[in-house]
């Protein structure tokens, strides 16, 4: 998006509006004062409004610098709390931020675990929101990289090698209401790939690979592998616009199925309620047939 484009969208969702109004008074001194159109006084008073907006400008910043500030002490101590429950039980924990603008450490977590996974592969899916272009889920150099496709394409060709009963992989996309799955994919085309790559191999061994569509029953992306590693999600969203700002993964690993169980237990409750989904379910064209 060009600068130009951002601007306007700024204005028209009245975000910013302090630095803009400050903007156009600071050039609008200054043009009185090289072409004196106006008297001392007149630009003094200007002067000191627009030094009383940067004030406002500045505090604001302040003060949302300071609530990022409380939001990363509260998951520290989140992880404190977590740490000393789940360490009764056998379980180890970490929290992993999602990066902006790179290939994250979750990611990479998370790919690793399930290309490792021996038996089982369990995706609950969940994307409540439509892109806007200039604040997206997940950032252009991450979604069209070499390194997602890779691990998408490489997790189809683990389950085709796969036997009966050796490995399965299962994945669960939950559909807010009013949306459809081939919106969902319609601007991710490794993701789609992976998606009709998944389906045809359903179709010829259900038994170990589906993709199935259900209404939400959980606001966040989760995943059980091997029955051993659970990771959720943790989303952040704006409260201006309800947008994501931030986030990243809940990473457990619960040798024993302590914590495994009754997730497994909520994840085959909600593949009960889904449909499974069908080439022509993602394209547009299909689902205007």
Partial sequence: ????????????????????ITLVLAFTVTALA????????????????????????????????????????????????????????????????????????????????????????LVLDFNPLADK?????????????EARQKYYESLIEKVKNSKAGEFRYRRLVQIPPGRHIHELVADDEIF???CEALVSLGE?????????????FQERTSFIIDRRHLILEWIMLDPADRYYSG????????????????????????????????LSDLSAAGNQS
Wanted: aromatic fraction near 8%; hydrophobic fraction near 40%.
């Fill in 192 to 194: 789609r790939a992976h």
């Fill in 34 to 121: 090289i072409f004196q159109v106006t008297d001392q006084s007149v630009l003094s008073a200007a002067i000191l409004a627009t030094l009383a907006l940067v004030s406002l400008s500045l505090l604001k910043n302040r003060r949302e610098t300071e609530e990022v500030a409380k939001t990363l002490h509260g998951m520290r101590d989140m992880q404190r709390q977590m740490d000393a429950i789940v360490s009764s039980m056998g379980i180890t924990f970490a929290f992993i931020p999602v990066s902006e603008g790179r290939f994250s450490d979750s990611s990479r977590m998370i790919r690793e675990l399930a290309m490792k996974a021996s038996k089982e592969v």
């Fill in 1 to 20: 998006m060009t600068l130009f484009r951002r601007k306007v969208n700024d204005l028209q969702e009245k975000h910013n509006l302090d630095i803009y």
């Fill in 247 to 278: 986030g990243g993964y809940l990473i457990f690993d619960d040798p024993a199925g302590n914590l495994i169980v009754s997730f497994l237990r909520f994840f085959e409750r909600a593949d009960a309620n889904a449909n499974l989904v069908k």
């Fill in 204 to 216: 010829k061994q259900p038994e170990i690979a589906s993709l199935r569509v259900c209404a939400p």
């Fill in 133 to 145: 272009e200039s604040k997206v889920r997940y950032h252009k150099q991450e979604k069209t990289s």
